[in-house]
């Protein structure tokens, strides 16, 4: 499996306005933004392997959460409907 690093560095074209030297600073949040609004299907599986699926889960709900309260957030509101019901059907959410 690929370190984070590695990951990173692969799919760098996708953090386009973020700058090189702070590339491996990124957030689970923010990498997982990223990753779920621009990338692929596989790009997005091993982002789940090295992030871990609970987490991705989490960041996934606490995102869902904000657009029904209404607070700014970065997704594409599509992309949350969709990992939204994908890990609702695994059983990770807390609230959907």
Known sequence: MKTREQFIDENAVLFWYIRKDKLHALSDEVLVEFILNYADLPQIRELIKIVGEKKV??????????????????????????????FESKGLLKYS
Do not use: D, P, T
């Open 57 to 86: 889960a989490e960041i996934v709900e606490k995102n869902i959460i904000k657009v029904k309260e209404n607070k700014r957030q970065n997704y594409r509101l599509s992309v949350l409907n969709l990992f939204g019901k994908y």
